[in-house]
């Protein structure tokens, strides 16, 4: 090939000039060009509207955890932290959009990019790892009902979300170490990888860390539905009125099943085999046209890994414990407050014997929407 490198691929080791750099690593092709035009429109846009749709609807999901769903049981527990998850990531977003949209320049510093880098494997794989844990609990619901009630606790699931927080963040402490920025023409790069001569050990890295955080959770999740699938299609008897509570977690059961295989095929899948193939191809020397395609599907699936951060509110939603019940609740109650505010009339009087104005209400209703309630 006679060709060279068009631009400096972000996360690993391609540069802007006619010339490579010193320091690549043997067994890479060194002459193929790569084209990733496309990214600077594709990651600001999907980056953007992740942030927006995340931000809302992760806001309200917190808000409904903290202040309407308050016992937790077991399942709400997961998923406040599933939702946590998502928030933390969604608030790094706007400097990646900046980022991108400024055609790889980086002006927040090294720290900075350590973290935004991290923020994103950790919420990542904190997200597989809480599906996980929610679609374990709910196949203890499904298929050992009495050991679930009387051995699964909240506390339990406390105990078991600071753990995969515990193990997450120590299983990326090598990638705050390996992420790091590089000048290049006056501008900052922040790889999403290392630098050019530690791109192959962070590859082993990488393999390590998808088997276990990826690979191991997702077979325990396609375990755990076939053994719920194989339960919940058994043919049932007529109902009766103490299996009404049994038929709906049926219901939310499948609902689960449903939206954890979406946000499994849509978000991480794809991006772990389209990484995979990226790192090895760039490892292994292929051929330039391979290492081009397998390079623009990796960045389609990068996006697309964090659209996770917008569907886990589905989740919440279809198969939530009373979620859905309460925020439809919540949002009736508000419109009712803001209707009955809206109609109710407050007069001014004057007060006898000082000849100050106060306030006459209509009703209480009225006086409840101006008085703040006592302390």
Not at 98 to 122: Q, S, T
Not at 262 to 280: K, S
Not at 358 to 368: F, P, V
Request: aromatic fraction near 12%; proline fraction near 6%; glycine fraction near 4%.
């Amino acid at each position: 090939m006679n060709t060279t490198f068009n631009s400096y691929h972000e996360g690993n080791r391609s540069m802007p000039s006619t010339t490579l750099s010193p320091g690549v690593p043997d067994g890479v092709n060194e002459t193929c060009r790569f084209n990733e035009e496309f990214k600077y429109v594709l990651l600001p846009l999907s980056y953007g509207l992740v942030c927006v749709f995340g931000l809302l609807l992760n806001s309200v999901a917190l808000w409904m955890f903290l202040t309407k769903m308050r016992p937790w049981n077991t399942s709400t527990v997961y998923m406040f932290h599933l939702a946590l998850s998502d928030m933390l990531y969604v608030l790094s977003l706007p400097t990646l959009v900046y980022y991108y949209a400024n055609r790889n320049h980086w002006p927040f510093g090294v720290a900075l990019c350590k973290i935004v880098r991290f923020l994103f494997y950790a919420n990542l794989y904190c997200s597989i790892l809480f599906l996980t844990c929610i679609s374990v609990h709910r196949y203890l619901g499904i298929c050992h009902p009495i050991r679930a009630v009387t051995m699964v606790k909240p506390r339990h699931a406390h105990v078991v979300c600071g753990l995969v927080w515990v193990a997450v963040t120590a299983c990326l402490v090598p990638n705050l170490i390996f992420v790091t920025t590089t000048g290049r023409d006056g501008d900052t790069l922040c790889h999403d990888t290392t630098r050019p001569e530690d791109f192959e050990r962070y590859v082993a890295y990488s393999s390590v860390l998808t088997v276990l955080l990826f690979g191991i959770p997702f077979l325990v999740i396609v375990v755990c539905y076939c053994l719920m699938a194989r339960t919940l299609c058994r043919p049932r008897r007529g109902l009766s009125s103490g299996q009404q509570g049994a038929s709906s977690s049926r219901r939310k059961s499948i609902k689960l099943i449903v939206v954890v295989l979406v946000v499994f095929a849509l978000c991480f899948v794809p991006f772990h085999i389209t990484r995979t193939l990226y790192y090895a191809y760039r490892v292994l020397d292929a051929d330039c046209h391979v290492l081009n395609v397998i390079n623009f599907a990796y960045k389609i699936t990068r996006p697309l890994a964090s659209v996770n951060s917008c569907i886990d509110p589905i989740l919440y939603f279809l198969a939530g414990d009373h979620y859905r019940s309460k925020l439809i609740q919540a949002l009736k109650r508000r419109r009712q407050n803001t209707t009955t505010c809206s109609a109710a009339f407050v007069v001014p009087r004057q007060l006898p014997g000082n000849g100050e104005i106060g306030l006459m209400y209509k009703n209480s209703d009225a006086k409840a929407c101006v008085e703040p309630p006592p302390s």
